[in-house]
């Protein structure tokens, strides 16, 4: 696996595989076995593969989010070297806003629901990010998970609206045994957090509506920002302690 952390550098590698197909897996580190099966099928469907690791704090509307985000570089490294990751690029954050962010992407519609209403300039910050990615990796096919449903609907309309060359591939949640969905945040529960938190999956994959999968969930002392049902999915977010969990299922 080749480590690059200057882009240039990478810019002059990508150069020199335009006659290779290219999978991408843009991640934040703290890798899972969600993550690793995005890298599988990525490597199962390209020449190389190509992932990159990159805490992007514009998406980041809580600033103890953030500083709590789990970092792991040392364990991942060794994950994406038994995937056989062809490339694994680590930019900096002087290098990927050298603009000191004043050039950002914005998208006026679905991401004004749901997660942008909880998470203000979330939306914004991971578009950047992506966008920012995609021009520098000029993937043929990018990877992403299906449990950040809202996020995979912005960034395959994005990649629409600016005709950039890539194809998105959705791929299904990963969940644990128990059902809950794999998420780096998981690790900050605590064990008696992590055998509670499977009731959040059960009960939005239940047949309570909405109101009342709120509720329930609200008497089991989650704090829920919103259960919905929007795009052919019923979604939830809800806190557990100071750990904000995600999931989605398909109606």
């Not at 043929?140 to 809202?150: A, L």
């Amino acid at each position: 696996m080749n480590i690059v952390s200057n882009l240039s550098e990478w810019q002059a590698i990508r150069k020199k595989l335009n006659n290779q197909s290219i999978g991408f897996v843009p991640t934040m580190g703290n890798l899972h076995e969600g993550h690793l099966s995005l890298c599988q099928r990525a490597a199962s469907e390209n020449d190389i593969t190509v992932v990159s690791i990159f805490i992007n704090h514009t998406q980041f509307n809580n600033q103890s989010d953030f500083d709590l985000y789990p970092r792991t570089i040392e364990a991942d490294q060794v994950l994406l070297k038994k995937q056989k990751i062809d490339y694994l690029i680590l930019p900096t954050t002087a290098e990927i806003y050298h603009d000191d962010y004043e050039i950002m992407l914005s998208e006026k519609n679905i991401s004004h629901t749901l997660e942008g209403e909880h998470r203000p300039g979330h939306f914004d910050g991971m578009l950047t990010i992506v966008l920012k990615l995609l021009n520098l990796v000029q993937p043929t096919r990018s990877y992403f998970g299906e449990k950040d449903y809202q996020q995979l609907l912005l960034i395959k309309k994005m990649v629409s609206a600016l005709f950039l060359s890539t194809e998105i591939i959705a791929c299904p949640t990963l969940r644990a045994a128990d059902g809950l969905a794999l998420s780096s945040r998981n690790s900050r529960l605590s064990p008696e957090q992590r055998e509670h938190a499977v009731h959040f999956p059960n009960l939005l994959s239940s047949k309570f509506n909405t109101a009342e999968i709120a509720a329930k969930l609200t008497e089991l002392g989650f704090k829920v920002d919103y259960i919905a049902e929007k795009w052919q999915r019923r979604l939830g977010a809800a806190w557990l302690g100071d750990v904000r969990l995600i999931d989605n299922i398909p109606l």
